[in-house]
Nanobody, 125 residues
Framework: QVQLVESGGGLVQPGGSLRLSCAAS????????VGWFRQFPGQDREGVAC????????YYLDSVKGRFTISRDKNKNTVYLQMDNLKPKDTAAYYC??????????????????WGQGTQVTVSS
């Protein structure tokens, strides 16, 4: 049974940092592309970052480039999203998903088959 568990969210001041974790059980994450998405109230999820299964190449939403970094630890079967210089507009629920996404469509929800339950990130002074 596939299970994804996100953690690491919380309340942080603008300019601060958080590291989100997406830990998997029942599968080996390195066989999948892993995406981080976020969802604002009343809106669809938007792709924030992805690490591709074939070569670990990474992709980012333009508004987070240079601030967020996605990485995977194969030994821990976990994918991380390091978020630096956080802004109030980054406040959202963050989810990780797994699938067969490639670089051309990493941002599409349709590329992901399983999701975690999400973790809330709130950036506020």
């Amino acid at each position: 049974q596939v299970q994804l568990v996100e953690s690491g969210g919380g309340l942080v001041q603008p300019g601060g940092s958080l590291r989100l974790s997406c830990a998997a059980s029942g599968i080996s994450l390195d066989k999948y592309s892993v995406g981080w998405f976020r969802q604002f109230p009343g809106q669809d999820r938007e792709g924030v970052a992805c690490i591709i299964r074939s070569d670990d190449s990474t992709y980012y939403l333009d508004s987070v480039k240079g601030r967020f970094t996605i990485s995977r630890d194969k030994n821990k079967n976990t994918v991380y999203l390091q978020m630096d210089n956080l802004k109030p507009k980054d406040t959202a629920a963050y989810y990780c998903g797994i699938g067969g996404a490639d670089g051309g469509s990493w941002w599409s929800l349709w590329e992901y088959d399983n999701w975690g339950q999400g973790t809330q990130v709130t950036v506020s002074s």
